[in-house]
C-alpha cells in the first residue's frame, strides 16, 4: 500500500508566476484535500474533491484552484503567485467520501517560495 | 478567527515523565477531534482520535481526553521519549463536514 506522495518537494516562483502542485492519494482514498502550512502556524483548508468535484473550500481566493483525476489523484493551482503564498502545501487523502470524519493521511508537503 | 487553539508553542518533559499538550477549541458544533505529530521535513502523521461521544481515548502511550463542556481536549504521553520531541496538532471538524481546524501546534522536547 502506497503512501500520499507529493511533487515537486520544493520549488521557488517569483511573484506573478503560476505552479501547479501534484498529489498521488494513498491507494483506495476517494478524497482528497489541500492545506496551507504557514511558518508557524497550523494547516488551513484550501479545499476538497470528492469524486472528481469540488467539494468544499476554506478562505481562500478563486485563483487557487484544483482537480482530482480519475484515479483519486489531484493537482492544485495557484496563480497570479504572492509573496503570501510561501508556505508548505500539504495534501491529504482519506476514505471519508467527502465528509471530514474519518483520519487524514497528509504527504510529505510541496515548499513553495515565492520571491 | 482561530476557531483552535493550542496555547502553548513549546513544551519540555524530561524522558519517562508524562508530557500533557493542551488544545481548547470555540465552535460548539466540533464534534470530531485529531492529533497529529509533525517531525521536520516530514507531513503530519495521524496519533489518536476522539468524537464527542467520548471522554477518553487510549492507543498505548497516548491518552485524549475531552472536556465538552469546556471545550478542552488534551494529549497525555506516559511514558515520554525522546522520539516524541515533534510538533503536536490537535484539529477538530463536525462529523458531517469537510474540513479540520488545526491549532498552530506545540513543539515538545522530551530530554533524555
Known amino acids: 500500500e502506497t503512501g500520499v506522495t507529493q511533487s515537486p518537494t520544493h520549488l521557488i516562483k517569483t511573484r506573478g508566476q503560476q505552479v501547479t502542485l501534484r498529489c498521488s492519494s494513498q491507494?483506495?482514498?476517494?478524497?482528497v484535500s489541500w492545506y496551507q502550512q504557514a511558518l508557524g502556524q497550523g494547516p488551513q483548508f484550501i479545499f476538497q474533491?470528492?469524486?472528481?468535484?469540488?467539494?468544499g473550500r476554506g478562505n481562500f481566493p478563486p485563483r487557487f484552484s484544483g482537480l482530482q483525476f480519475p484515479n483519486y489523484s489531484s493537482e492544485l493551482n495557484v496563480n497570479a503567485l504572492e509573496l503570501d503564498d510561501s508556505a508548505l502545501y500539504l495534501c491529504?487523502?482519506?476514505?471519508?467520501?467527502?465528509?471530514?470524519?474519518?483520519?487524514?493521511?497528509f504527504g510529505e508537503g510541496s515548499r513553495l517560495t515565492v520571491l | 478567527d482561530q476557531q483552535v487553539k493550542q496555547n502553548s508553542p513549546s513544551l519540555s518533559v524530561q524522558e519517562g515523565r508524562i508530557s500533557i499538550l493542551n488544545c481548547d477549541y470555540t465552535?460548539?458544533?466540533?464534534?470530531?477531534f485529531l492529533w497529529y505529530k509533525k517531525y521536520p521535513a516530514e507531513g503530519p502523521t495521524f496519533l489518536i482520535s476522539?468524537?464527542?461521544?467520548?471522554d477518553k481515548n487510549e492507543d498505548g502511550r497516548f491518552t485524549v481526553f475531552l472536556n465538552k463542556s469546556a471545550k478542552h481536549l488534551s494529549l497525555h504521553i506516559v511514558p515520554s521519549q525522546p522520539g516524541d520531541s515533534a510538533v503536536y496538532f490537535c484539529?477538530?471538524?463536525?462529523?458531517?463536514?469537510?474540513?479540520?481546524?488545526f491549532g498552530t501546534g506545540t513543539s515538545l522536547t522530551v530530554i533524555p
Open positions: 491529504a487523502s482519506s476514505l471519508a467520501g467527502g465528509r471530514a470524519g474519518g483520519e487524514l493521511f
Open positions: 484539529a477538530a471538524s463536525e462529523w458531517t463536514g469537510n474540513q479540520f481546524y
Open positions: 465552535n460548539s458544533m466540533f464534534d470530531y
Open positions: 491507494s483506495g482514498h476517494n478524497t
Open positions: 476522539i468524537s464527542s461521544i467520548k
Open positions: 474533491y470528492y469524486r472528481e468535484e469540488e467539494n
